[in-house]
């Protein structure tokens, strides 16, 4: 068998029955891409993964067939997807931003939603979370559980007035911005602003996490800062099994943190 991509794990959404998650990063095999990655590594088909056209918006749209992971083709534009039936996914691409997947702990329904300072400013965690409200009722927010991967973190993600203050539109965002080496500049921990606004939603902070590496100064994962270019990207997807064969398929799990 060729050797795993790299991929970390929330232990809480793994407690969740009925789903299954990775947060992807580098691949040591060359050329295998997203599609194979997701066959040969977890057994699913990339059609049944929905990924969309990111453009730093807060839309959310429901995963459609048009939506999987094909080859090429055209992709609608959004930011956050969602899927509530078993048997698909859904996922998002990341170099330094968040990749957020949330997950029901009682009923079956998986979203992705990435978020960079544009798209947490433009509240599009808090839009993913209000589609679950507007679909099963406020009640049902409570038992959401969110997981934010690898991202750029306080460590290395500098940022100007400009930038901070649109963070700051995200309550509590505060405490995760302090100065950075020159005036004008802020040191911005996405990953903890991304839980903050999960918080804001309604998600209970004990049902939420962060988990992976800063992606800038791990290189088991791609960073756009660090690479300088958007070539590499990573999935971060969550995928619906289908409930019987859960047993039959053993899938990887993520060995050391
Ligand atoms: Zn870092």
């Known amino acids: 068998m060729r050797p795993l991509p790299q ?39 990339a059609d049944a993964v929905g990924t969309l056209k990111q453009v730093h918006s807060a839309r959310v749209l429901r995963f459609g ?47 992705a939603v990435h978020a960079g300072w544009r798209g947490l400013a433009a509240g599009v965690v808090e839009e993913a979370v209000g589609t679950v409200s507007r679909r099963y009722g406020g ?27 649109a963070l700051l539109s995200v309550p509590g965002a505060a405490g995760h911005l302090r100065a950075g080496r020159a005036s004008g500049k802020w040191m911005a921990d996405l990953q903890a602003i991304a839980l903050s606004a999960l918080s804001a939603a309604g998600v209970p902070p004990a049902r939420s996490e962060s988990v992976g590496p800063c992606t800038v100064c791990s290189e088991r994962f791609h960073s756009f800062r660090r690479e300088k270019s958007l070539t590499g990207r990573q999935l971060g997807f969550i995928y619906i099994r289908e409930i019987p064969r859960e047993h039959e398929n053993p899938l990887p799990r993520q060995v050391s943190p």
């Open 139 to 165: 009640d049902a927010v409570g038992g959401l559980v969110a997981a934010a991967g690898p991202c750029a973190m306080g460590c290395c993600y500098e940022v100007g007035d400009e930038v901070a203050e």
């Open 7 to 45: 991929f970390v794990q929330s232990p809480l959404l793994r407690s969740v029955p009925g789903v299954y998650h990775a947060f992807l990063g580098a691949d040591p095999v060359e050329g295998r891409g997203c599609r194979d990655r997701l066959r040969e590594v977890f057994s699913l088909s």
């Open 65 to 111: 067939p048009g939506d999987g992971y094909g080859p090429g083709g055209w992709k609608r534009e959004g930011d956050a997807i969602w899927t509530d039936e078993p048997g698909t996914g859904v996922g998002v691409h990341t170099a330094d931003c968040v990749p957020v997947l949330i997950a029901h702990r009682d009923f079956p329904f998986a979203a």
